[in-house]
């Protein structure tokens, strides 16, 4: 017994070593490292699951009721399977909300309830209280057990607290929480030294119970089956191998037990600390989903090997519960009797601290911490909250101490954890219809946990207290009131069950009955709306999109503010911290100035990261409590994009129905472009507005050309104040700001803004409160904006300014439209007055030049009367004059005397000059109107040479001169007209033979072709005459005009040959220049087309077609009358006369008239396949030439085809 | 066929194991005979759980088929 008496100061070596751990632990932390971030030390603390109940409970258990314990494991095993979709999204869920407890989870679901928290925190305070009471028990138990094996063992229930262990270690334990369970305040940070220590102890209790189970089964018996079958021996052993009859559990208990635990090893409050708020990654969760079950079976496996041996070996069965450290005991095995007492020990601790700590969070957050808040007091709350956390670690472990006391050693332990597992289950329905159900509500989880705890009370808890309080004796033996239908223990006459499966039928099935029918038959409110969207769909976005929608805050606190009150609950570094983390997040430089939409997040952000301080429901009750008192409201409002964004949540139908909308939007915007008419847009687009927006009043504004923008349309404004404002070139107005930005501006509340709006209320006077202005752009700049008013603040969410902007952007296409439209309407218009004015003034033009014309042709015709009056007068006296001298001459009137001949001679001489020269005159003038007609002809040059040559040479008279013909040794054939040409010889031969005194006349021919092909004989007449002056060269082809005035007189000639000759020249297509040198010579050179046989046909063709043209008529096709017009003023003035013609009306024509010439538009051509195949088939017009009018080019075109014409004809004719 | 996802297999076995280890089922081995030395109710609830384990064991390391 040495050993034993160490027994106290082992024990508190074993806590010291505890300490010890823990410390580490968060030493590590501290840098930075993580001990617990494995799934071994997740799944050991797991098993904080088994407590000292199940250390030497299950013993007890299965020596009294056979395999009763195996459904509070097996439970906990099948719940392993649901962890994928249950476990885990429950710490998903609470990571999100920062949650701090069950409690803290359940209400964050309902809305953050505060109510709900409270009411939870209570419930598992009283329900946890016998299983805490329980671990005390067990401990004083073995303990005393231990210290006085072999004496009188002390009645420990009745003994003064100050003599008791269990008061001791209890405090001790308290200390522990308090050091490693209540480090800080901020629950979401994980306390990694209490979790590492818990772990340790579960290896330790599993250590030490296989220890003995081993020791037990293969010392003190030679295995398992030997045991089993030993005890088979005893019929009242050998009854506990089989369940359904009494005293192993019924089939109904073993189907409530699995259910029961399943649920348990999930919601405990210290479950669902270590498990959910202690949670260190999903990866650990899925090694612990069969580590953990593991660690139930090892733990398990030995428990009725140990139970049964407890029986054989002549214990008790009074003792059963502490066979476990018995066995060893009387075996006088001191060592491994106190590694199972330490193995008792750390289940029992490993329970209490963590339950506490869980249970104390709950306590100071949902009930100590809403009420100290409310007292307004100058303190650091946090300093405060911190240390009466501490004490209420403290104070729960006394009152589990003092219910120990209270309730004694009446009760076996297996009873208290079982009462303790049914509480829990109350919290079942809550929380996983929560999870699973979105219509789940607040007034039914509350309405289910409350008439559910009510019915564990009065069927469980109360019947456990009939010991110490007899009156409750008669209620639970004759029922409430001594109605029979409300006995505790088959309550409305359903007396099969035990008392077990009796409180969990009855408290799960109204439970889940009211939470069902309750969330069916009430409504939920707004925050439990997106936090039910939050939990079931676990989907952040969802939940932040809804809140933005659906909330808003008029004059936000500002970042002093927040930093002083958060200051109060995390200490002022934490505060700036999670301040800062809010502006870094949404990447904000400027702490003030939020719009209201970002202050909104802003306290989201405040209250959730409270939230990991004192719990969700407290978060938020201090804060709108704070908000509150800071004038501070958050206000729901109305958001036409509300519905939109939940449809998506929606289902098909509500979302078919949006489409739908949507669809008829459309619609109304394709209407907005199908018409070109400005104000046929603007009406279209106000009535967009007006419906779609559902704003009380809205406005389309467009620059005018003044520079100023003007309301064009309205609806909800005053109609005079609209038709009065005119928004100018000014920062101050949101109009213009919103145009010269080319940025939508959405002021949510005028309260605010920046400065306030230029109209500032609407058409029955109410103030504006909020509005939103977007630019009407097209391709990159402004035309106007549209806005929109409302008398009451509103938030404007992205969609829904995005919608808007594509709404003005819209109406902006369609008015660009029409302004197009219109621009080419009037250019159009321009266009054709410009066109109608050059008509006019053509016209004007055409008729003076008619007029002149018709002058010139008077005149002309005067003049060619005159010539032909004059050559008649004229050359009538002048031949009689020279007929009558040459009688003379010939003597018919008798002889004449010398000097009679002489005079006569002379006279004959200058009548015959004169005759020249008028015959001269006539020519030169016949040529300069254009009347001198040419007969070309085929002629041989040789023949003309030799022709002119004959007449020219009486002129040589006694010169010394002699005329060389070098031209005429071959045979060359010119095409000319044959009296020109020779004209054209005797002019040249006769002035060289003129100026040329003596030496020779050479007449010489070259031939070169043109670029065209024609080619062209050049002719030279060469004198060795005078010569001529440079300077004179270029005047000897003028009229009248010899070199010199004196040279008439003195050579003779009328100076008017030159001038002939070089217009015969030219009118048959050649040219005429001079060479000369003063008193060497002069040459005439001219060309002369030459004939050849390839040209010689054509020619004539069209020799022959010219000739007609004078008589003759066009064809004019052209549809536009304008230049119908004008071609007929051009083409009558020429002398010509004019048809119209058409497809339909051109082969009559044709039958009646011969066209010289068809004038058809180039396009009607084109596209008038009847028009074409008619001129094809008919064999007139086949071989009429045909000539296009284009209608740009159709005047230049006329005047050339009309020259051609003309010119043609004065050549050939 | 569809390979049925890693959620859904859990169910199943969840399902699978609370029929498997509940009433009536267990009733079939609710018996005070012995087999191997052992009573049939003890083997077949010891084995059983260890099967259940086993299971879980199995299916969280080699995924439940939405995983390759």
Redesign the interface.
């Known amino acids: 017994m040495r050993l034993l008496s160490f027994l106290p100061f082992l024990t508190l070596l074993y806590l010291m070593f505890l300490f010890l751990i823990a410390y580490l632990g968060d030493k590590y932390k501290e840098k930075g490292k993580s001990l617990i971030k494995n799934p071994i030390v997740y799944s050991l603390s797991l098993a904080v699951y088994c407590t000292a109940w199940t250390f030497y409970g299950s013993v007890g258990l299965f020596s009294h009721n056979g395999f009763e314990y195996i459904p509070i494991y097996i439970g906990a095993t099948f719940a392993a399977f649901t962890y994928s979709f249950t476990l885990k999204k429950i710490i998903n869920i609470s990571k999100n909300h920062n949650t701090t407890s069950i409690a803290d989870f359940i209400s964050t679901r309902y809305g953050k309830s505060g109510n709900i928290a409270a009411l939870i925190s209570i419930m598992l305070v009283f329900g946890m209280l016998p299983y805490i009471a329980l671990q005390l028990k067990a401990v004083t138990n073995t303990l005393e057990l231990l210290y006085s094996f072999g004496e009188h063992p002390r009645k420990t229930a009745i003994m003064e607290f100050y003599h008791d262990y269990a008061f001791y270690i209890a405090v001790i334990l308290s200390i522990f929480g308090a050091l490693f369970g209540a480090r800080k305040l901020d629950v979401t940070e994980r306390h990694e030294g209490m979790v590492l220590a818990i772990a340790f102890e579960a290896l330790v209790k599993l250590f030490a119970f296989l220890c003995v189970g081993v020791y037990v089964t293969y010392f003190i018996f030679n295995g398992y089956d030997d045991i089993l079958r030993q005890g088979s021996v005893f019929e009242e052993i050998k009854q506990l191998y089989k369940i359904g009859e009494y005293p192993a559990p019924t089939y109904y208990q073993w189907a409530n037990l699995i259910l029961l635990s399943a649920i348990a090893v999930m919601l405990l409050p210290r479950q669902f600390h270590i498990g959910v708020i202690e949670n260190t990654g999903e990866k650990n969760l899925k090694k612990a989903m069969f580590l953990f079950p593991l660690y139930l079976f090892l733990i398990n496996f030995f428990v009725p090997a140990i139970a049964i041996a407890g029986r054989l070996l002549g214990l008790s069965p009074a003792d059963a519960d502490i066979y476990v450290l018995k066995i060893p005991l009387i075996r006088g095995n001191e060592i491994l009797s106190l590694i199972v007492f330490i193995g008792g020990f750390s289940a029992a601790t490993g329970m209490l601290i963590v339950e506490t700590v869980a249970l104390s969070t709950m306590i100071i957050n949902h009930i100590v911490s809403p009420f100290i808040v409310n007292l307004k007091t100058g303190l650091d709350l946090s300093f405060l909250l911190i240390h009466l956390k501490r004490l209420t670690i403290l104070l729960i472990m006394l009152l589990g101490y003092f219910y120990f006391k209270v309730i004694g050693e009446t009760k076996i332990l297996v009873d208290i954890g079982l009462m303790s597992f049914c509480a829990v289950l109350q919290l079942a329905p809550a929380t996983f219809l929560g999870i699973y159900w979105e219509r789940t509500n607040k007034i039914g989880a509350l309405a289910g946990i409350v008439v559910g705890f009510l019915v564990w009370f009065y069927t469980l808890f109360m019947p456990s207290l009939t010991d110490a309080i007899p009156f409750l004796q008669g209620v639970v033996e004759k029922g409430l009131f001594g109605l029979e239908f409300l006995k505790p223990k088959s309550l409305f006459y359903l007396d099969i069950l035990d008392i077990w499966s009796n409180s969990i039928f009855w408290s799960l099935f109204l439970n889940i009955f009211c939470a069902v029918s309750f969330s069916i038959i009430f409504p939920k409110s707004k925050t439990e709306q997106e936090t039910a969207k939050s939990f079931v769909f676990l989907d952040k976005k969802d939940k932040e999109s809804l809140a933005e929608v659906t909330e808003y805050m008029s004059s936000p606190p500002s970042y002093q503010e927040y930093l002083d009150f958060l200051s109060k609950f995390m200490g002022r570094d934490k505060a700036i911290k999670t301040l800062e983390l809010f502006y870094e997040n949404l990447g904000l430089k400027n702490k003030e100035n939020l719009t209201s939409h970002q202050a909104f997040l802003l306290r989201n952000h405040i209250e959730k990261s409270l939230a990991a301080y004192i719990g969700s429901a407290t978060s938020k009750n201090i804060l709108d409590s704070f908000l509150k008192i800071h004038g501070t409201k958050v206000v729901e409002i109305f958001s036409i994009f509300k519905d939109v964004s939940e449809s998506l949540k929606d289902s098909r139908e509500t979302l078919a129905i949006r489409v739908k909308e949507l669809s008829l939007l459309y619609s109304s915007l394709q209407r907005l472009l199908s018409t070109i008419d400005e104000n046929e847009i603007l009406d279209i687009a106000i009535n967009i507005l007006e419906k779609n927006f559902n704003m009380p009043a809205c406005a389309i504004v467009i620059m005018d050309k003044d520079g100023k923008l003007r309301i064009r349309r309205q609806k909800g404004l005053d109609d005079e104040l609209a038709k009065g404002i005119a928004f100018e070139n000014s920062k101050l107005t949101y109009v213009w700001q919103a145009f010269e930005s080319k940025k939508i501006i959405a002021i949510e509340d005028i309260e605010h803004a920046p400065f306030p709006p230029k109209i500032s209320s609407l058409g029955n006077g109410k103030p504006i409160q909020s509005l939103a202005v977007a630019p009407i752009i097209v391709t990159g700049s402004p035309l106007g904006v549209i806005f929109l008013l409302n008398d009451t603040k509103q938030f404007f969410s992205e969609q829904f300014l995005n919608f808007f902007q594509g709404i003005a952007n819209q109406i902006g296409l369609s008015l660009k439209n029409a302004q197009l439209y219109a621009e080419l309407g009037m250019l159009n218009k321009e266009l054709e007055n410009k066109v109608a004015e050059r008509t006019i003034e053509l016209r004007n033009k055409s008729q003076l030049l008619e007029e002149a014309y018709n002058n010139l042709k008077e005149v002309d015709k005067l003049k060619t009367q005159f010539l032909s009056t004059m050559s008649h007068e004229l050359r009538t006296p002048l031949n009689s004059i020279i007929g009558y001298t040459q009688l003379i001459l010939d003597g018919v009137e008798g002889d004449i005397s010398e000097s009679q001949r002489e005079d006569l001679e002379r006279i004959e001489r200058n009548a015959k000059h004169l005759l020249q020269l008028i015959n001269d005159i006539l020519d030169l003038s016949k040529i300069e109107a254009g009347r001198m007609q040419l007969n070309i002809e085929r002629v041989e040059l040789s023949e003309v040479i030799k022709q002119s040559i004959s007449i020219v040479t009486p002129l040589i008279g006694s010169k010394n001169l002699k005329i060389v013909d070098n031209a005429s040794n071959r045979s060359l054939f010119l095409m000319c007209d044959f009296q020109r040409l020779e004209q054209i010889f005797i002019n040249l031969l006769s002035n060289a033979i003129k100026f040329t005194d003596e030496g020779s006349i050479v007449i010489d021919c070259k031939i070169n072709p043109d670029d065209t092909g024609q080619s062209w004989a050049t002719i030279s007449v060469s004198d060795t005459g005078i010569g001529i002056s440079a300077e004179n060269l270029d005047k000897i082809f003028e009229a009248f005009r010899q070199v010199e005035e004196s040279s008439t007189r003195k050579h003779g000639g009328t100076g008017l040959g030159l001038s002939i000759t070089k217009r015969l020249v030219e009118m048959h297509g050649g040219a005429i220049w001079v060479e000369s040198q003063m008193n060497k010579g002069t040459t005439f050179y001219f060309t002369m087309p030459m004939a050849s046989e390839a040209y010689f046909k054509p020619y004539v063709k069209e020799v022959r077609l010219i000739q007609s043209v004078e008589k003759d008529t066009i064809f004019i096709c052209e549809p536009n009358e304008f230049i119908l017009q004008t071609i007929y003023d051009y083409v009558t003035k020429e002398g010509f006369s004019v048809e119209y013609v058409d497809s339909l009306n051109i082969f009559d024509k044709a039958k009646m008239i011969k066209p010289v010439m068809l004038l058809i538009n180039k396009e009607v051509y084109k596209e008038d396949d009847m028009l074409r195949e008619n001129i094809a088939k008919n064999e007139v017009l086949k071989s009429t030439p045909l000539f296009f009018i284009d209608e740009n080019s159709y005047k230049d075109d006329i005047l050339n085809i009309i020259s051609s014409f003309k010119k043609g004809k004065d050549s050939y004719e | 066929m569809k390979r049925i996802k890693?959620?859904e297999w859990?169910?199943i076995?969840?399902i699978l194991?609370?029929i498997v280890?509940?009433?009536?089922f267990?009733?079939i081995f609710?018996?005070?005979i012995?087999v191997?030395?052992?009573?049939l109710?003890?083997l077949y609830?010891?084995v059983g759980?260890?099967i259940?384990?086993l299971m879980?064991?199995i299916f969280?390391q080699f995924g439940g088929g939405d995983r390759r």
Request: charged share 10%; glycine share 6%; no cysteine.
């Open positions: 890693e959620k859990w169910v076995l969840f194991g609370v280890l509940n009433y009536p267990i009733v609710n018996k005070t012995f191997f030395g052992y009573p109710f003890f609830i010891y759980w260890a259940s384990i879980i064991f969280t």
